[in-house]
C-alpha cells in the first residue's frame, strides 16, 4: 500500500520491476531519518538494476553520489570522485582540480565528514565486484561507513555476482540483498515493445505496435533460448527488424500477410543468431572463412601450419610423421590404437605445446616441398607471425639465447585447417590425433 | 614489419660478396642518403647517368603517392562518413570501426596519418591515435588518451597550452575530460545542455588504435568499459586498425566488453591487388623508360608472394635495381623516351661514356653483325657510334611503346580464358614477353587455340574494349600502321555484329522440321540416327560463316601480336632499358647470420687482406682479428665453454713464443686483455653469454657446431 | 494514521538499528573500567586484548544522535567521563584498523588527537619510536614524575598486526613496559588467535591479558534458547506505550503490541523462530532478521507469514537464483561441465572440452538448437564473467581462451536443483542433466 506517486511513476517507466522497487524504496531514508548502513543490489547484466537506483534517487531527491568503480583504476580517483560528487565540485577547465587530493582512506573520512549536508545522502558504487580487486580495507570500510563516519550515508553496492563471492576474513558486516531476477520470456516482450517509437521512427513505413509485437514474438522465439541479455536483444530486434520490413517497403507483399514475412526473415533470423554477441552485421561474412580472409605470403602459411603441427604434436612423434617411408608400420599402428583409447584428451583439446625454433624450421623444410634458401626474409616472417600474435613467445625459454627461444602457436583447428587449403596441404594427415581415423 | 625487411636488408648491404658490386657499391648507399634527404647535389649530380636516375625516380615516386592517395581514398572516406554520422542519433554502445588492413598493408603509418588529417579537416579535431608501447597499463592508457585531447589545442592560444601542460598526469582522469568537453561545447551551446539540441554542434572524440593485435587485451576490455560508462556524456568513436582477421577482434575482447561497442567493418584491399595496381599505373606505363628483364621481375614478384606481401619492399626493390642500373655508367643516361632529350644527353657525352657504351653485351653482336669497315669505324668512331646509337634509340623507344600497347591489348584476349595459360594478370605475361619470344611460346598458340572456339557473345566485347584501347593511341602514332590495323578490327568488329546467328538458326529449323515431317521411319532407332547426324552437319554447316569471321579477326591480332611483342633482347643496345642482372639477388634477399658467420670464420673474405688467406674453414691463423680467432675456437664446443681452456687455446695460437708448461701458467696481460676484449665483443654479438650455472664457464647462444 | 504508524516504524528502526546494548558481561566491563582507571588516576600502564564474536557490542560507536547507542567500551568511557580528572589529565586516542592501514596515518591522527600537530609540523624524525616518544614527551608537565596519561584504543587489532613488521605496536607496548609515560593500550577484535599474529618482540612486550566476551546462553538448552530469542524479539519489537518521544496515538500502539504478543505466542511462529535458531543464534542474526521484517512492513500489523517469507529468503541460495537467470545455452554448459568433473574426478577442464561434449550432445538430439563456435565461447566467457567458473592460473594470458583450464565453482546439486527450478527448458536438457548418456 505505498501509496508514493513516485514509486507508481517509476512503476510506470520501469516495467517488470516492481516488486524491487518496493523493495528498495522501503530500505532508502526517504521516509524518516534512520537508514540502512548498506544494501547489496544483485542480478544479471542490464536487468535494470542501476536505472531503477538512479532514477528512484533522483524522483526522491536524495543527496546522492553514483560512482562506476570500473573506472576507479586507483583507490585515490574513487576517493576524489565520490568527494566531487557529494560536494556538487565543479572543475575550473584551466586547471582542473578535485574537491581535495586524497588517496587513503583516513583522509577520505575527513574529508567527508568536513562536507555538510550529507545526512540520510546515499552513495551507490555500481560494478561492486571490482572493490575485491582495490586495497583490502575498502570494502568493509565502505560496508560500515555510517560507524566510521557517524554520518547516515547509506552504501549501496551494485554487481553482477552473488555477495557469497565477497567473502573474506574483514568482511564481517551482511548488507541487506535486493536481488534483480533476470526477466523472463514474456516481460522481455513487453520490455522490446518499449522500443516501438524509436524503431518507428527509424522504419520507412507506417505500421502499428501489434505488428510490432508479432515480429518481436517470432523474434524471441528464435533467440530466446541463446539469449537474455535485454541489451543484446534490443541490438539484434533492430537490425533484423529492417530486414523483417523490407518486402514491405518494396512493395512486394503487404504489412498483414505475416506468414510472407515470416518466411522472409527466418532465414535472416537463423544467420543473424550466428552472429550473436559477435555484433557484426551478417552480410559481412568475415566471421566464418577468417582464413581466407587474413592473406599471409606463401612461405608464412608454411611456417604457420609448420608451427601448429610443432605445437600438437609431441616430439617422439615427429620422426615417424615426418619421415617418409618409415619402415615400421606395426608400431606405429600399436601406438596408433593406444591413442585412440583416450580420445577425450587429444592434444588438440589440451592446447599447445612450446616449441624451438630449430624444430619449427625443421618441419618446416620437411612439409615444403621445394627448397628454399634459410634466409633473413624467412627468418622475418617468423617475426612477423609473432607480432601479428598468430604465434606467441612462451615464457619458458630465456630471452636472451639467440636459438633458445620457445614459441606456441595461437591459432585454431579450424583456422589452421582452412590456411592449409589454401596452400593444398592435408594437416589431418600429420596431426597425431587424427592420423588413426 | 616492413620496417624490419628493409633495415635487415641494409644491413645486407654491408656484406655483399662481389667485388665489382662493391665498387660501384660504396657509391649506392651514400647515394641512398642523398636519395633519403633529397637533394640532388650529391656527389654524383655532376655525372649525366645520375641525373636521368634522379628524375626518373621521382617520376616513380610521384606517380606511386599519387596512386596510394586514390586506393586509399575510398575506404578513408568511407571511414570519414562513419565517424561524422555515428553519433547523430543516440548511442547506446561505443560505435567502433574495424579497419581490416592487410598483414602489411604499405605503411600503415601513411595511411592512419592520411586518415587522422581527413578527420581533422572534416569531422572533428578531437583524435587521439594511442600507441601500444605506451599503453602498457590502463592508468597510462587514460592519461595518455585524455592528456593528448586535452592538448590538442590550435597554436595561437598559447598560455592556454601552458594551463593545460601543468596539469600533472596524474589528475587527469575522465571527469576531468568531460569538464573539459562540456566547457568546450555545452555550456556555449546553451545554458542547459539538452542532447539533441547540442548534438550537432558537438564533436566526436575519436580514439584511434592502430594496431589492435599489440595491445594487451586486457588493458583493452577495460578501457572499453570505462569509456562505456561515459558514453552518454561522450560521444566517443573507435577506430580499430586490425591486421589479421575480426576474430582477433571476437577472441580477444569476451562477452560483457564485445556487448559495449557497436562494429562495422572496414576492409582495405589485398596487397596483391595492390600491387598489380601500382604495376599497371606506375611501372608499365608507356612513358616510363626502365625496364625490369624477365628474370629479375621474377626475383621480385616472388619475394613479394613467397616471403613478404609488402609492396613497399617490391618498390624499394625496384628503387635498387634502378640505381644499380644506372650507375653502371653514362651510357644509361639514354634511358628515355623522348628521342630529343636522348640526344642532348649524347652530346654531352666524353669518350668515355662511348667507351661504356661499347662495353654493352648487345654492342659485340652488333659489330659482328656488320661490315668490316663499319666494324672499324664503330670500335673507333664516335661521332659515328652516336648516330648508330641513336637510330637503334628510336628504334627501341617505338618498340617500347608498341610493347607495352599490345601487352594490354593480348591481356584483353588471354586473361579470362579456361586455366589462362599465360596467366591472367599482365605482370605474368610482362615477365613472359621480355624474358622470351612470346608469340613463339606454346601457351601462346594454347590461348589462340582456345580463342579459336570462342562464341560471338564472348569474342565481341573483347574486340571492342581491344578498340577502346586503341582508338585514343592513334592520334598519338602518326604513322598509320597502327591506323589501319585499328581500322581493319573496326571493320571485322562491324561484320561479327552484322553477322546474325538466327538467320542459321532459322535455317536449322526448317531443315528439322522438314525432317520431322517426313514419315517414312520404321524403327525409334533410326529415328535417332537421323536426328544424331543432322545435328552433327547442323553444328558444321552452322559454324562455317562464324568461324570464318572469327578466324580473321584472330589472325589479324595474332599477326599484328608477331610484328610487335618480340623479345627485348634481339635489339642492340637493350641493355640501356631492360635491367637483367639477376646477381643483385644477393644483395637484396641477404642471409646476415651466415654473413656474420663468414667475416668472422673467414676475415680475408672482407679484408681482401694477403695475411690472412686460409684454404679450409678450419684453419686458426695468429694474423687474424682476435675476435675471429675467439670465434673460430669457440666454435669447437659445445653448450658450454670454459673460459680457461678457452684463453689457453688462445694463447696458443696467438703467441708462439712459448710452449714450456711453467710459462703456461704466467699470461701476459696484455695477451689476457686482448681476449678479454675478444669475448667480450663476442658477447655483445650475442654469441655468447655468462652462465650461473657453471663457474667461470660461459653459455653459447648458437647452436653447437 | 499512516504517519502514525510510520512512528512507529521509526521507533523500531531505531530501536534494532542503533541499539548495541549489551547483556551480562558486567564483569568484563567492570575488569576494563579498572584497568582503564588506574592508568587515569596511578598513571600506570597497561595493555590488554577484548576479544569478542563480530558484532556483539563490542565496538566503539560514535554516539552521535541516538541516546540508546551504548556498547560495552561505550559505557565504560561514559563511567570514566563521569570523573572530574579525566579532562585534565588523560587523553583518549582512537584508532581503527580499517582506516589506519599504515603506522604513517596512524601516528598523524594520533598526533592530531593529542591536539599536537603544531608541536609537531616541521619536525623531522628518524624512526618511529623517536617520534612517537617525542609525542609523550610532550605531554609530560614541568616535572619528570608528572604526566598526563594516554589511552590507546585500536579497534580492529588484528589488521594493525599485519603493518610493516609491527612498529606501531611494538612501540606502544614497549612503551607500556618501560614506564617512560603511563599509558593504556586496549585492542578490540575479533579474532581469537589474534596473539599469535603478534610477532615475537612484540608478543613478549604485550601483558597477556585478554578479556573474551563469549556468548553466554552457549550452554543453555535449546528450549531456554527459543525463550532467550523471543524475550530479545519482544523488547525489540515493543513500542512503550504513552511515551511523549515518539508522537503516536495510544491505540494504535496499543493494537500493535497486542499484535506482537499474540504473534509471540503463535505456535507457528514459535517453529520459524526455532529454524532461525537453529540457522544462526547470535545476536547480529537475530537483528539483521528483524530489521529486512521491519522494512518491509508497508503499514500492516506483524503476521508470521511476513517472517516466513523472510526465514525463506534467508534460506534460499543465491547462486542457484543466477543459475536460474542463464539462458538454455549456458545452463546446457554448466551441465556439460557437471558431467565433466563427474568423469574425471573433479579434474580442470578447458572449453574445448566443454564444446566438445556439448555438441555431442546437441548433435545427438535434434530438439536442442545448435549454435556457432564463436556464440558458445561468448556464453562460455559470460558463465565466467558470473564466476560461476574459475580460472586455475591466470598467468597464462598468452594461452587462447579455449585452453586455459577451469574449475566448477557449483555444485551438482544445485546444478539440478536449478535445472528443476527453471521453467521452459527442453525436456532433452532436463533428462541430461541427470544423466550424461545422451
Known amino acids: ?437 | 614489419m616492413d620496417e624490419e625487411t628493409t633495415s635487415v636488408s641494409k644491413g645486407v648491404f654491408i656484406f655483399n660478396n662481389n667485388t665489382i658490386k662493391r665498387s660501384s657499391h660504396g657509391k649506392k648507399r651514400k647515394k641512398q642518403t642523398t636519395e633519403t634527404t633529397k637533394d640532388d647535389n650529391g656527389i654524383f649530380a655532376s655525372n649525366l647517368w645520375y641525373q636521368q636516375y634522379a628524375n626518373l625516380k621521382t617520376i616513380l615516386e610521384e606517380n606511386i603517392t599519387e596512386l596510394n592517395d586514390n586506393m586509399f581514398s575510398s575506404v578513408l572516406s568511407q571511414l570519414v562518413e562513419f565517424v561524422g554520422n555515428c553519433h547523430n542519433t543516440t548511442v547506446e554502445e561505443i560505435p567502433t570501426a574495424a579497419l581490416l588492413t592487410g598483414i602489411n598493408m604499405p605503411d600503415h603509418g601513411a595511411q592512419f596519418s592520411s586518415l587522422i588529417n581527413q578527420i581533422k579537416q572534416t569531422e572533428t579535431p578531437h583524435v587521439v591515435c594511442l600507441q601500444s608501447q605506451d599503453c602498457t597499463h590502463i592508468k597510462n592508457m587514460m592519461e595518455n588518451m585524455i592528456s593528448k585531447f586535452i592538448n590538442y589545442d590550435s597554436p595561437l592560444e598559447d598560455e592556454d597550452e601552458d594551463d593545460h601542460r601543468n596539469i600533472k598526469k596524474n589528475q587527469l582522469n575522465l571527469p576531468v575530460l568531460q569538464c573539459w568537453y562540456n566547457n568546450l561545447y555545452v555550456e556555449k551551446s546553451s545554458s542547459s545542455p539538452i542532447k539533441q539540441q547540442t548534438k550537432n554542434s558537438q564533436k566526436v572524440l575519436v580514439v584511434i588504435i592502430p594496431d589492435f593485435e599489440s595491445f594487451s587485451t586486457i588493458v583493452l576490455q577495460k578501457f572499453i568499459l570505462i569509456i562505456s560508462s561515459y558514453i552518454e556524456v561522450l560521444p566517443f568513436v573507435f577506430i580499430f586498425g586490425v591486421a589479421t582477421s575480426l576474430n582477433t577482434l571476437h577472441t580477444s575482447l569476451s562477452y560483457q566488453i564485445m556487448s559495449k561497442i557497436n562494429i562495422r567493418v572496414f576492409k582495405s584491399q589485398p596487397s596483391i591487388v595492390y600491387l598489380d595496381k601500382v604495376l599497371e599505373n606506375a611501372f608499365f606505363d608507356t612513358n616510363f623508360p626502365f625496364h625490369l628483364g624477365g628474370k629479375v621481375f621474377n626475383l621480385f614478384v616472388d619475394l613479394f608472394l613467397f616471403y613478404d606481401l609488402s609492396v613497399n619492399n617490391f618498390i624499394t626493390n625496384i628503387k635498387y635495381a634502378m640505381a644499380e642500373h644506372f650507375c653502371s655508367g653514362n651510357t644509361m643516361s639514354l634511358c628515355t623516351l623522348s628521342i630529343s632529350e636522348a640526344r642532348e644527353m649524347i652530346e654531352m657525352f666524353s669518350h668515355n661514356d662511348f667507351e661504356n657504351a661499347r662495353h654493352l653485351l648487345s654492342f659485340r653482336k652488333l659489330v659482328e653483325d656488320q661490315t668490316y669497315e663499319n666494324r672499324i669505324k664503330l670500335l673507333t668512331d664516335d661521332d659515328y657510334l652516336k648516330e648508330v646509337l641513336m637510330q637503334h634509340l628510336k628504334k627501341i623507344q617505338k618498340y617500347l611503346r608498341r610493347f607495352h600497347l599490345f601487352l594490354k591489348l593480348l591481356h584483353v584476349l588471354v586473361n579470362d580464358l579456361p586455366k589462362a595459360p599465360l596467366g591472367k594478370k599482365i605482370r605474368e605475361l610482362y615477365a613472359i614477353a621480355v624474358s622470351k619470344d612470346i608469340t613463339k611460346s606454346d601457351e601462346y598458340r594454347q590461348c589462340f587455340q582456345l580463342l579459336g572456339f570462342l562464341s560471338k557473345t564472348e569474342l565481341l566485347p573483347k574486340i571492342s574494349t581491344i578498340i577502346n584501347i586503341l582508338s585514343p593511341r592513334v592520334k598519338r602514332f602518326e604513322n598509320n600502321k597502327i591506323a589501319d590495323f585499328l581500322n581493319k578490327l573496326k571493320q571485322d568488329l562491324k561484320d561479327l555484329n552484322d553477322f546474325n546467328m538466327n538467320e542459321l538458326q532459322d535455317a536449322v529449323e526448317e531443315i528439322e522440321c522438314e525432317e520431322l515431317v517426313d514419315e517414312t521411319m520404321d524403327s525409334r532407332k533410326q529415328f535417332k540416327e537421323k536426328l544424331l547426324g543432322l545435328t552433327k552437319q547442323k553444328a558444321t554447316r552452322q559454324l562455317n560463316k562464324y568461324e570464318q569471321l572469327r578466324k580473321d579477326v584472330l589472325d589479324l591480332l595474332t599477326n599484328a601480336f608477331e610484328e610487335y611483342l618480340v623479345e627485348p633482347k634481339s635489339f642492340y643496345f637493350h641493355e640501356i632499358f631492360f635491367f637483367d642482372d639477376v646477381s643483385i639477388q644477393n644483395n637484396i634477399v641477404g642471409s646476415h647470420r651466415s654473413a656474420i658467420h663468414n667475416a668472422l670464420n673467414d676475415p680475408q673474405y672482407y679484408l681482401q687482406c694477403s695475411c690472412c688467406e686460409i684454404y679450409t674453414s678450419s684453419t686458426i691463423l695468429r694474423t687474424m682479428p682476435d675476435i675471429c680467432v675467439a670465434y673460430k675456437l669457440h666454435l669447437e664446443c659445445g653448450k658450454m665453454i670454459n673460459l680457461y681452456d678457452w684463453l689457453q687455446a688462445f694463447l696458443s695460437i696467438i703467441d708462439h713464443s712459448d710452449c714450456d708448461d711453467e710459462s703456461r701458467r704466467y699470461v701476459k696481460p696484455e695477451l689476457q686483455a686482448r681476449f678479454t676484449q675478444a669475448v667480450a665483443e663476442l658477447e655483445y654479438l650475442g654469441f655468447i653469454k655468462n652462465s650461473k650455472r657453471k663457474a667461470d664457464h660461459v653459455a653459447r647462444l648458437t647452436w653447437g657446431g | 494514521m499512516e504517519n502514525n504508524f510510520n512512528h512507529i516504524i521509526k521507533h523500531l528502526k531505531q530501536n534494532i538499528l542503533k541499539n548495541r546494548t549489551c547483556y551480562g558481561y558486567e564483569k568484563e566491563e567492570q575488569q576494563i573500567y579498572d584497568l582503564l582507571e588506574r592508568t587515569l588516576d596511578c598513571g600506570e600502564s597497561n595493555s590488554a586484548l577484548l576479544i569478542g564474536p563480530r558484532r556483539c557490542g563490542k565496538t566503539l560507536v560514535n554516539n552521535n544522535n541516538s541516546n540508546l547507542v551504548i556498547s560495552l567500551v561505550n559505557k565504560v568511557l561514559e563511567q570514566l567521563q563521569l570523573k572530574d580528572n579525566f579532562q585534565t589529565d588523560c587523553i583518549l586516542v582512537k584508532l581503527n584498523g580499517l582506516i589506519h592501514t599504515d603506522d604513517r596515518l596512524a601516528l598523524k591522527s594520533t598526533t592530531s588527537q593529542m591536539q599536537l600537530d603544531n608541536v609537531v609540523d616541521g619536525k623531522v624524525f628518524g624512526t618511529f619510536a623517536e617520534n612517537l616518544a617525542f609525542l609523550l614527551e610532550c605531554l609530560r608537565t614541568g616535572d619528570k614524575c608528572k604526566s598526563k596519561s594516554v589511552i590507546f584504543i585500536l579497534e580492529a587489532f588484528d589488521l594493525f598486526c599485519s603493518h610493516h613488521n609491527q612498529t606501531l605496536l611494538y612501540n606502544l607496548f614497549d612503551v607500556s613496559q618501560s614506564a617512560q609515560a603511563p599509558i593504556c593500550i586496549l585492542g578490540i577484535t575479533c579474532r581469537l588467535d589474534v596473539i599469535e599474529l603478534l610477532e615475537k618482540r612484540v608478543k613478549s612486550r604485550f601483558s597477556h591479558r585478554q578479556i573474551f566476551l563469549l556468548p553466554h546462553d552457549s550452554q543453555t538448552s535449546k528450549s531456554d534458547a527459543l525463550e532467550d530469542v523471543l524475550r530479545k524479539i519482544e523488547d525489540y519489537l515493543r513500542v512503550p506505550e504513552g511515551s511523549v518521544k515518539l508522537k503516536t496515538n495510544d491505540t494504535l500502539t496499543k493494537q500493535w503490541n497486542k499484535s506482537l504478543t499474540n504473534l509471540l505466542k503463535d505456535k507457528k511462529f514459535k517453529n520459524v523462530i526455532q529454524r532461525l535458531i537453529d540457522i544462526d543464534n547470535s545476536e547480529s542474526m537475530l537483528k539483521d532478521f528483524l530489521v529486512k521484517v521491519i522494512f518491509q512492513l508497508n503499514g500492516e500489523n506483524l503476521t508470521v507469514d511476513i517472517f516466513q517469507k523472510q526465514l525463506n529468503m534467508l534460506e534460499e541460495d543465491d547462486m542457484i537464483k543466477v543459475l536460474q537467470d542463464l539462458t538454455v545455452l549456458e545452463l546446457c554448459l554448466i551441465i556439460s561441465m557437471k558431467h565433466h568433473i563427474e568423469i574425471y574426478d573433479n579434474n580442470p577442464m578447458n572449453f574445448e572440452m566443454i564444446y566438445n561434449r556439448f555438441i555431442k550432445f546437441a548433435n545427438a538430439n535434434a530438439g536442442v538448437q545448435n549454435f556457432q563456435r564463436a556464440v558458445i565461447l561468448k556464453a562460455f566467457e559470460h558463465i565466467q564473467g558470473l564466476e560461476l567458473i574459475s580460472m586455475l592460473s591466470n598467468t597464462t594470458s598468452k594461452v587462447q581462451k579455449e585452453y586455459q583450464f577451469f574449475k566448477l565453482l557449483v555444485t551438482p546439486r544445485q546444478i539440478l536443483e536449478a535445472v528443476k527450478k527453471s521453467s521452459g527448458l527442453p525436456t532433452e536438457v532436463t533428462q541430461w542433466a541427470h544423466s550424461s548418456l545422451t
Open chain 1, 1 to 437: 500500500m505505498a501509496t508514493d506517486p513516485v514509486v507508481l511513476s517509476l512503476k510506470q517507466s520501469l516495467p517488470c520491476r516492481d516488486s524491487q522497487i518496493d523493495q528498495l524504496y522501503n530500505l532508502l531514508p526517504g521516509k524518516d531519518d534512520i537508514s540502512i548502513p548498506s544494501v547489496y543490489i544483485c542480478g544479471a547484466a542490464s536487468t535494470g538494476k542501476s536505472a531503477v537506483v538512479t532514477s528512484m534517487l533522483h524522483k526522491l531527491e536524495i543527496k546522492h553520489a553514483i560512482v562506476n568503480l570500473v573506472e576507479c583504476y586507483t583507490s585515490k580517483i574513487l576517493f576524489e570522485n565520490i568527494l566531487n560528487k557529494f560536494s556538487d565540485h565543479t572543475f575550473d577547465p584551466t586547471n582542473p582540480l578535485p574537491y581535495a587530493k586524497c588517496d587513503n582512506l583516513m583522509d577520505f573520512i575527513s574529508h567527508l565528514k568536513g562536507i555538510n549536508g550529507l545526512d540520510k545522502s546515499v552513495l551507490v558504487l555500481d560494478k561492486a565486484e571490482e572493490l575485491r580487486h582495490m586495497d583490502a580495507n575498502l570494502l568493509p570500510a565502505f560496508l560500515r561507513i555510517t560507524e566510521l563516519t557517524n554520518l547516515n550515508i547509506t552504501v549501496i553496492l551494485i554487481s553482477d555476482i552473488v555477495f557469497e563471492k565477497y567473502y573474506n576474513k574483514s568482511t564481517d558486516v551482511e548488507p541487506l540483498k535486493v536481488y534483480f531476477p533476470q526477466y523472463n520470456k514474456d516481460e522481455l516482450l513487453e520490455i522490446l515493445t518499449l522500443d516501438f517509437d524509436y524503431v518507428k521512427s527509424e522504419a520507412a513505413i507506417d505500421f502499428d505496435v501489434d505488428f510490432y509485437k508479432n515480429y518481436l514474438s517470432l523474434f524471441l522465439s528464435v533467440f530466446y533460448r541463446a539469449c537474455r541479455d535485454l541489451c543484446e536483444l534490443r541490438y539484434m530486434s533492430r537490425v533484423n527488424f529492417t530486414k523483417y520490413l523490407q518486402p514491405v517497403v518494396q512493395k512486394q507483399c503487404s504489412v498483414s500477410d505475416s506468414m510472407v514475412l515470416w518466411r522472409n526473415i527466418a532465414p535472416v533470423l537463423k544467420n543473424s543468431l550466428e552472429v550473436l554477441y559477435l555484433r557484426v552485421d551478417v552480410t559481412s561474412d568475415q566471421m566464418n572463412n577468417a582464413a581466407h580472409s587474413l592473406e599471409l605470403p606463401y612461405y608464412a602459411k608454411y611456417l604457420l601450419v609448420a608451427a601448429y603441427l610443432a605445437s600438437y604434436n609431441s616430439t617422439k612423434d615427429d620422426k615417424k610423421i615426418f619421415v617418409r617411408n618409415t619402415g615400421k608400420k606395426s608400431k606405429s599402428v600399436r601406438e596408433i590404437k593406444a591413442k585412440s583409447k583416450v580420445s577425450e584428451q587429444l592434444n588438440t583439446q589440451l592446447g599447445p605445446k612450446p616449441f624451438t625454433f630449430d624444430r619449427l624450421l625443421a618441419i618446416f623444410y620437411a612439409i615444403l616441398e621445394e627448397k628454399v634458401g634459410f634466409n633473413n626474409n624467412l627468418l622475418v616472417q617468423v617475426s612477423s607471425l609473432v607480432e601479428l600474435r598468430l604465434l606467441v613467445l612462451s615464457t619458458v625459454g630465456d630471452g636472451t639465447s639467440l636459438d633458445g627461444q620457445k614459441y606456441k602457436c595461437n591459432v585454431s583447428f579450424d583456422f589452421i585447417h582452412s590456411t592449409a587449403k589454401t596452400i593444398g596441404f592435408n594437416i589431418k594427415k600429420y596431426l597425431s590425433d587424427f592420423r588413426h581415423l
